[in-house]
């Protein structure tokens, strides 16, 4: 045997022929080999005293929140909790800020405005559009995140999070989703942005692409009010009045769980579609319970989620609130752009069983949902003759003192049971705002799934309210 | 900054030999640096399995608040932060949590080649004190590929509330390198941890890391032939039975790095002890 010189190709040649030799099984004895060792020094490194047996705190907890039985209730009553107390929490701060920014300041600047001689189109423009869309969105939305993120955060420090997971888990892979893509949904009843930046928790690309995908369909805390104030004006009128606050109610968990539906059933579609591939793999691991830290924890979810999100939300929302200005307040033939857009859209809306006013709305407040009921009473207003002197002026959002008024504004705006409850369903079923769009296209890094995610949800709400439109119709003859 | 420079620094900033490498000495002398990392001496690499509370020792060293969570997969980047020990300047990078370092994943892919081309002065091994036996798997692997390493057996107060102990002695012999037991939460232990670093980095502490003996007779025949064969291709490399390794494994990013000489790059960069903060391959 002649001496070779060894060179990169007779080592690697080398290497291969011993690789092919060994098979399969190299990899294998090599773990054994490894998990051997590892065994071996824990063993003699290791020692446990025989108390930790008798009572296990950890395993206790798991036994009752992870059971086939308890589990899922357990972590139904937790979460309820959660969201009750975010709305009710909620409420305060955020009938304090709106006092101070829509109610204070706000006639405030355009007083100021007035006595600086700005004229009427700037202040408008400025201040009625700009500076109330942003107001708006600090005062409706910043409240609940500061609640909602907190406690969520809470419960992941404490290790509560992933036994949810591990629950939903079964769930999910029939959906060919991932378990952890209930936490991130579950972070989307907050905020959609917020759940899709979450879903860097799902490591495998496939099952975090369809949980960022979906997140939409999980009713964010911007499309609550919508839902509870016009489940109480349209469906909660519908039945008795003793039962009216029963109904309304199950209406907007109705809403709330059909959601939840279609996000398991899109999941589904998109991983034997367009996300097609083979399930990838992937360990759940139930870590320890620790106690939280709880003042970290609020810093970070402050300053991470909450402050994160609300800042997006308001780079979005101020120019909106010009573009919303200006449609009602720009006249081109002697009616505004509003007019002109409402005009042409309404019979196509109304097929759908809802209106122009509706659509229009959901264009220009594509910034954040908040922002839909105010400017859908705005544009019912301006259009409508009977409502003059109504409201704050074109162009100017507003909310009515009580339900009752809005019901009136509504009702003389030619809405109907049916325009209610298509509301109730086109505000769970329609494309993403733009915080959450710009979201995923930053998560995803790709303008495709930033499409997909805004079509999908509008298209299904486009169809579902046809549907329940023509549905009706026949039934009401 | 190059050799050079690094012994013109010393040069003028003369280092008290003896108070330097004293524990009293460097107590309390940490300075966290945040995202501060330029002219670093060291790098110092956080390798650990998820959830170990590794991104809590990252924070508790550099200061900033990488978002922890009881969570596992939380640290989705490469998150790097700085902090000065003794006369030092240490960059620590965090790599993403893994069960092993020897499969396909993309996370693993990103430890494990940070370990090897990255070349850092010291892999810091953050491991669960309360499931060491499983965490020692991760360990066993890092030492494959590096010498130069520190064992953080963290979570040591779960430990002792599971009744469990762990005897530091024992598995700083087994394994060859400093184990030092921490609850980073606490910050206890952190001061130990840093030392060692410091130790391990500065050479004073010279490690004889454990390396996994127990294969089959084939396998382990055919280790020592690749890993001849390796050293004789490259001289100088520390961790030629690593590359064997992955060669039987046919990692293809490892049989590039033997075509393109690479890792001879590796070998020069070690020996030279020249600090790499710039060019790291992610």
Redesign the interface.
């Known amino acids: 045997m002649t001496p070779v010189r060894?060179?990169?190709?007779?080592?690697?040649a080398?290497?291969?022929a011993?690789?092919w030799?060994?098979g399969e099984?190299?990899?294998d004895?090599?773990?054994?080999?490894?998990?051997?060792?590892?065994?071996r020094?824990?063993?003699?490194?290791?020692?446990?005293?025989?108390?930790?047996q008798r009572f296990?705190l950890d395993r206790t907890i798991d036994r009752i929140v992870t059971s086939r039985w308890l589990g899922f209730p357990v972590m139904v009553l937790l979460l309820s909790v959660v969201f009750w107390v975010t709305i009710v929490g909620a409420n305060i701060p955020s009938a304090f800020l709106a006092s101070i920014l829509l109610d204070t300041i706000h006639p405030w600047l355009k007083q100021g405005a007035a006595g600086l001689g700005f004229p009427g189109w700037l202040s408008g423009f400025l201040i009625d559009g700009g500076y109330l869309a942003g107001a708006w969105v600090v005062s409706v939305m910043l409240p609940p995140m500061a609640v909602f993120f907190p406690i969520f955060?809470l419960l992941?420090?404490?290790?509560y999070?992933?036994r949810v997971a591990f629950n939903m888990d079964a769930l999910y892979r029939h959906a060919g989703a991932h378990g952890k893509q209930s936490l991130t949904m579950t972070m989307g009843f907050g905020c959609n942005a917020a759940g899709v930046v979450a879903a860097?928790?799902?490591?495998s690309p496939r099952e975090r692409l369809i949980a960022i995908i979906t997140n939409n369909f999980s009713l964010c805390n911007g499309r609550w009010p919508t839902q509870i104030l016009v489940a109480g004006i349209f469906v909660g009128a519908l039945a008795p009045p003793y039962l009216a606050g029963v109904v309304s109610a199950g209406a907007v968990v109705v809403v709330a769980v059909l959601g939840v539906v279609l996000s398991l059933v899109v999941s589904w579609g998109l991983s034997r579609t367009v996300l097609k591939g083979e399930a990838s793999a992937f360990?759940l691991?139930l870590?320890?319970?620790?106690p939280?830290?709880i003042l970290r924890t609020l810093?970070?979810s402050l300053?991470?989620r909450t402050l994160y999100v609300l800042w997006r939300a308001i780079v979005f929302a101020v120019p909106a609130g010009f573009v919303i200005w200006v449609v009602a307040n720009v006249h081109i033939g002697g009616i505004s752009v509003a007019e002109h857009f409402i005009n042409w859209s309404n019979p196509f809306g109304l097929l759908l069983g809802l209106n122009g006013v509706i659509l229009l709305a959901y264009i220009i407040a594509i910034p954040a949902n908040e922002i839909v009921v105010p400017t859908v009473l705005m544009l019912t207003v301006l259009t409508t003759s009977t409502l003059t002197g109504v409201g704050a002026g074109a162009g100017v959002m507003f909310e009515a003192d009580s339900a009752t008024t809005t019901a009136s504004i509504l009702h003389a705006g030619g809405w109907t049971a049916l325009t209610g409850i298509n509301l109730m369903l086109f505000s769970l079923l329609h494309n993403p705002c733009s915080t959450t769009i710009y979201t995923i296209y930053k998560e995803t890094g790709s303008v495709k799934w930033a499409a997909l995610a805004t079509v999908i949800p509008l298209a299904m709400g486009f169809a579902v309210c046809f549907a329940v439109a023509t549905l009706w119709r026949a039934l009401a003859g | 900054m190059t050799t050079a420079d690094k012994k013109t620094a010393t040069a003028i900033q003369p280092t008290p030999e003896a108070c330097a490498t004293c524990p009293a000495f460097n107590a309390g002398h940490l300075t966290r640096l945040g995202i501060t990392i330029t002219d670093v001496d060291y790098v110092i690499a956080l390798a650990g399995n998820p959830n170990t509370g590794k991104s809590t020792v990252f924070n508790a060293m550099t200061g900033l608040r990488q978002h922890t969570g009881n969570w596992p997969g939380k640290t989705v980047t490469r998150a790097e932060g700085g902090f000065a020990y003794g006369d030092k300047k240490f960059k620590l990078v965090d790599l993403p949590g893994t069960y092993s370092l020897l499969s396909m994943s993309a996370d693993e892919e990103v430890a494990r080649d940070f370990i090897l081309f990255g070349r850092p002065d010291v892999t810091v091994i953050v491991a669960d004190a309360t499931r060491l036996e499983r965490n020692l798997n991760l360990v066993l692997q890092v030492l494959e590929i590096t010498d130069r390493a520190v064992l953080c057996v963290n979570l040591m107060d779960e430990a002792r509330r599971h009744n469990i102990s762990v005897d530091q002695r024992i598995l700083a012999k087994e394994l060859g390198i400093p184990v030092v037991l921490t609850a980073a939460r606490q910050r206890e232990g952190m001061d130990a941890l840093l030392q060692s670093i410091f130790e391990v980095a500065s050479g004073t502490f010279v490690c004889r890391p454990h390396r996994v003996h127990t294969l089959p007779r084939d396998v382990a025949e055919a280790l020592d032939a690749v890993t001849a064969r390796v050293r004789k291709l490259f001289p100088d490399l520390p961790n030629a039975r690593w590359v064997a390794l992955r060669l039987l494994e046919g990692d293809q990013r490892m049989i590039e790095a033997v075509q393109s000489g690479e890792l001879r790059t590796v070998v020069s960069n070690h020996t030279t002890g020249a600090p790499i903060a710039e060019e790291v391959t992610a």
């Open positions: 060894t060179t990169p190709d007779t080592v690697l080398e290497a291969n011993l690789r030799k060994l099984d190299y990899h004895s090599l773990m054994e080999g490894i998990y051997a060792d590892a065994a020094i824990a063993d003699r490194a290791v020692t446990r005293s025989g108390d930790a296990d955060t992941e420090d404490f290790g999070l992933p860097r928790v799902i490591d360990s691991e870590p320890p319970y620790r939280p830290r810093y970070t300053i991470d």
